[in-house]
């Protein structure tokens, strides 16, 4: 997993671990799975919230994982407060590999064109229908006439 998806899932955790105390859980503890090509690697278990990050950057580090599945319980109840499970392929990794040195479109991009495009489309159909609308009309006002 490259750094930027280890952070991301830090990055969404962490947001999550703010929002436990106005929850009403003061005593709480996660669970963090890793995985790779379908494999269970290592897990943390039950440790406390204040140790996430370094905790889950250190086993990202050992372990490669391509999969990470993150729960938080409240110790107290023993409930289960919060779970993700982040994915990626490698898929994922190589696009950029194999497109070196170029930066094409991004999806916002391309979204952007093709909603052009659909548009675009739409008004040339709707143009042809309000021509054809205006023709028979014509026609029609002329034999009234």
Same mark, same amino acid.
């Given at each position: 997993?490259?750094?930027?998806?280890?952070?991301?899932?830090?990055?969404?955790?962490?947001?999550?671990?703010?929002?436990?105390?106005?929850?009403?859980?003061?005593?709480?503890?996660?669970?963090?799975?890793?995985?790779?090509? =379908?494999?269970?690697?290592?897990?943390?278990?039950?440790?406390?919230?204040?140790? /996430? !990050?370094?905790?889950? *950057? &250190?086993?990202?580090?050992?372990?490669?994982?391509?999969?990470?599945?993150?729960?938080?319980?409240?110790?107290?109840?023993?409930s289960l407060i919060w779970a993700?499970?982040?994915?990626?392929?490698?898929v994922d990794d190589e696009i950029?590999?194999?497109?070196?040195?170029?930066? =094409?479109?991004?999806?916002?991009?391309?979204?952007?064109?093709?909603?052009?495009? /659909? !548009?675009?489309?739409? *008004? &040339?159909?709707?143009?042809?229908?309000?021509?054809?609308?205006?023709?028979?009309?014509q026609t029609e006002n002329e034999?009234?006439?």
């Amino acid at each position: 997993m490259s750094k930027k998806k280890i952070y991301h899932v830090i990055q969404v955790s962490q947001k999550m671990i703010q929002t436990f105390p106005k929850q009403g859980h003061s005593n709480v503890v996660f669970n963090a799975v890793f995985y790779r090509n =379908g494999k269970k690697l290592n897990s943390i278990d039950q440790a406390d919230v204040a140790n /996430f !990050s370094h905790l889950v *950057r &250190s086993y990202d580090k050992s372990e490669n994982p391509d999969k990470v599945k993150v729960e938080f319980k409240d110790q107290d109840s023993g409930s289960l407060i919060w779970a993700k499970t982040f994915e990626w392929t490698d898929v994922d990794d190589e696009i950029p590999r194999s497109l070196s040195g170029y930066s =094409g479109l991004g999806e916002a991009e391309v979204n952007d064109l093709v909603q052009r495009k /659909f !548009s675009e489309m739409e *008004r &040339s159909k709707e143009l042809e229908r309000m021509s054809s609308e205006l023709q028979r009309l014509q026609t029609e006002n002329e034999e009234l006439e």
